[in-house]
C-alpha cells in the first residue's frame, strides 16, 4: 500500500456563509478528485477576510498532498484571495506578465480592459498560469496550492485543465447495498459483523426518507474490486436473512 | 454598537467529502441564523474521524458565540459525533437517562429499541438535550455546542427548537441591486466610490450567467435600514449612469 493521496478545500465567500448561495463546488470537486484516486479529507469556508483566507490556507496546506481554493478571483473589491494567497506565502504580489497577456488577448479592445479587469492578473510571484476556457482570467497553482474561480462553469472547466498536473492514488471504488424494511438501528449489528468479515473495506450507513418509502443505502468502499463485490454480496445475503429487501444496485467506477 | 453574535459549523460526514451528498444544512443554517441576527463566520466539513472531529470542535467553539454541528448522532458504527463531542470536552460518556426515557417513548415495543438505537442515548455527561420531532433521537447541547442530525429534514426541526435557546443581535439586512450590460470590471470603480460614500454598508458582487443573459447581482449588507436604502438607490443610480440597467430588485428581511 502506498500512500494516500489527499487534498484539502478552502471555500471562499461571504454569499456562501450567508446563505444567499448554496455551495455546489464542494461536490462537484471531491468527486472529481475521486475519480482519479485523490481522496478529499477537509473543506473550510471562509469569509472574504485575508486573515482567514491566510490561515486557512496555511492551516490545511501542509496537512494534504494538494489543496484547492475556490471565489475571491474576480474584479471587484471583494476578490482577495490572489493577494491573501500571497500573503499566506509570504510572496511578493503583483503583475504576472503571461496572465495580462492573456487578458489582453480575452478582452481585445483596450477599452474593455479596465484597471480593475487588469488587476485579475496581479498574482503571487511564481504562479503558474490555470487556463479559464470561459470568462479569460486565469486562475494560479502556487507550491502544493490551486486557487481557481468560484463560479461553478469556471471552475469546473480549470479543475478539467489540472488533470495532468496532478497524480493520483489508487481509486476508491464504491458499491452501494440498498436496505428497505429495515432501518439502521435494525441492522447496526450486521453492519459490524461484515466490516470484522472484510477488514480492507469501508461502509457508510445513509438512511433516506422519501414519498414512496424510506430506507437505508449502504456504500462500500475499498480500493480492491473483488474483495467490494464479496463484501457488497456478503452484505445483502445478510440483510436479507434479517427479513429486509436488499440488493447490490449500484456500481460506481467513482468513490460514492 | 454591540459585539456582532457569532456562528461557526462543522459539518460530519464522509458522505459530503465523497461527493455522495450534496451538503444543504450549511445553507439552511447561515440563513436560519441570519434572520436572528446571528452570523455564521466559518464552516467545516470533516471525515468520521474522532482526532478530526475533536479538532474542529475545540478550534472554532472559543472562537464564536455559537457552535453548530451535523451529522454522526446515529445508531451504526460510522455515528461517532457524540462520543467525538465528549472527548472535545473531556467530559465522561455514558447513557442519559432522559435521552434514554425519549427513545423508548418513540419506539414502544422492547424489541424495536435495538442496542444500537439505545445507543443513540450515549451523550457526554451534563449534555442538555436538543428534541427531535422527526424520528425520536435527540440531539444535545454542551456549553456553547449545539449536536444535531444530518438528515436536513431532522436537523432542521431540531434547529427550530432552538431558537428560545439562542440570543441573537442586530439582523443584517440586503437588499439586491441589480446590473445588466454592464460586467464587474465595468462597474468595480463605482462600488468602490458608493462603499466609500456609505462606511456602514458592504458589498458582495457575484456575476451570474444565465440563459437569457448574465449580469451582476449586487448585494449590500448592514443593520441600518435608512441607510441600507441610501446606499442601494445610490448605487442603482450611478449604474444608471454608466449606462446599464440596473434596479433595486430585492428587500429582504433577512441576511442574503
Given amino acids: 500500500m502506498t500512500d494516500p493521496v489527499t487534498a484539502g478545500l478552502v471555500i471562499i465567500g461571504d454569499e456562501i456563509l450567508s446563505g444567499r448561495t448554496q455551495d455546489t463546488n464542494t ?12 481522496q478529499l479529507r477537509e473543506v473550510r469556508v471562509v469569509p472574504d477576510v485575508e486573515a482567514e483566507i491566510v490561515a486557512a490556507v496555511n492551516g490545511l496546506r501542509g496537512r494534504y498532498t494538494y489543496l484547492f481554493t475556490t471565489g ?12 491573501s494567497v500571497a500573503a499566506a506565502f509570504g510572496l511578493p504580489f503583483g503583475r504576472h506578465a503571461e496572465a495580462e497577456a492573456r ?13 480593475a479587469r487588469l488587476s485579475m492578473a496581479d498574482m503571487p510571484a511564481g504562479a503558474v498560469l490555470i487556463e479559464n476556457p470561459v470568462s479569460g482570467a486565469p486562475g494560479f497553482q502556487i507550491d502544493n496550492v ?13 479543475l478539467d485543465s489540472l ?6 492514488g489508487a481509486p476508491v471504488l ?18 459490524e459483523a461484515v466490516l470484522a468479515a472484510h477488514p480492507r473495506i469501508g461502509i457508510g450507513s445513509y438512511p433516506y426518507f422519501r414519498a414512496g418509502g ?38 460506481s467506477p467513482r468513490s460514492e
Avoid at 76 to 82: E, F, G, K, L, P
Fill in 163 to 168: 488533470e495532468p498536473r496532478l497524480t493520483g
Fill in 72 to 83: 475571491g478571483i474576480g474584479p471587484t473589491h471583494d476578490d482577495i484571495t490572489a493577494a
Fill in 214 to 251: 424510506s430506507g437505508v443505502s449502504l456504500v462500500l468502499r475499498g480500493t480492491d474490486e473483488p474483495a467490494l463485490a464479496a463484501a457488497a454480496a456478503d452484505l445483502a445475503d445478510r440483510l436479507r436473512a434479517l427479513g429486509a429487501d436488499s440488493a447490490v444496485v449500484a456500481i
Fill in 146 to 158: 490551486f486557487v481557481m474561480a468560484g463560479v461553478p462553469k469556471i471552475m469546473r472547466a480549470m
Fill in 27 to 38: 461536490a462537484t470537486i471531491a468527486a472529481w478528485l475521486g475519480d482519479r484516486g485523490i
Fill in 174 to 191: 464504491a458499491r452501494t447495498v440498498t436496505c428497505v424494511g429495515k432501518g439502521e438501528g435494525d441492522i447496526a449489528a450486521t453492519l
Fill in 103 to 115: 487578458l489582453r488577448a480575452h478582452y481585445g479592445d483596450e477599452t474593455l480592459l479596465t484597471p
